[in-house]
């Protein structure tokens, strides 16, 4: 038996979508506050508020669940999860190991259609921010990342990269509202894409890595609050991106 009620809306109809829209379903549940960390609900529960079969509800806090968002109890039961601040960490720890070489050869090679299409992205993005469009904004964000990726040519890192940062979505961890607005977000981007645009690989790779690194410590912090942990987040990210550039070197020996 669950321990709480569940009110959701029914699910709109959808065609071979249902595992994403039940997963947005309870990101969106989480946001409004109707579903709760800690508390525990049930399969069967949660299916028949959206008004769906169990299949594609399993299926969806499956994908949850491999993203640390929710985790699976006796009898078809599960509880929200906080985001834990070590898995942020590990996740920009490996977002800086392979944006940063992909945004150098980016701007190395950054040719006139590049230039333009990622200018055209940064001038949606910041439509949004002035919009106040949290969604859209975010949309654009993950577009930017990505073209800089593609740009780079390898596509494997971009998958990864892309995964990386829908875990963090689904995680429900953000910045905007809380630490930054739109606008700040868009203004560290800005000497991104202006390195990028110039050629000047140097540039693009410090604004990369100082974009990065923000949006960690204040995820990470943000975290340790919500958590109300006692670990330290300067030592935890510390420990994590050294860690990892250590083993990169010995590995290079």
Known sequence: MADAELDLP????????????????????????????????????????LGVSRTPVRDALLRLE???LIRFEARQGFRILLPD????????????????PAVSRAATICDPPLAARLQHRMELLRTAATAGDEHVSACHDQSLHDHIMEAAGNNRARAIVRSLRESTRLLGATTTDRARTLFDIDEEHQPVIAGIVANQPDAATAAMRNHLM??????????IRDQ???VDGVALWTQIVCGRASEQGTSGE
């Open 85 to 100: 601040p070590r898995e942020i960490a590990d996740i920009f720890a490996i977002r800086l190991a392979l944006e940063l």
């Open 228 to 230: 109300d942990s006692h």
């Open 214 to 223: 923000s949006t960690a410590r204040i995820l990470i912090e943000q975290s």
């Open 10 to 49: 029914p699910l709109p109809p959808a065609q071979g979508r249902r595992v994403e829209q039940v997963m947005e379903a309870v990101r969106s549940a989480l946001d409004a506050g109707v579903m709760r960390p800690g508390t525990k609900y049930s399969v069967y529960q949660l299916a028949d508020a």
């Open 66 to 68: 491999e993203v640390g």
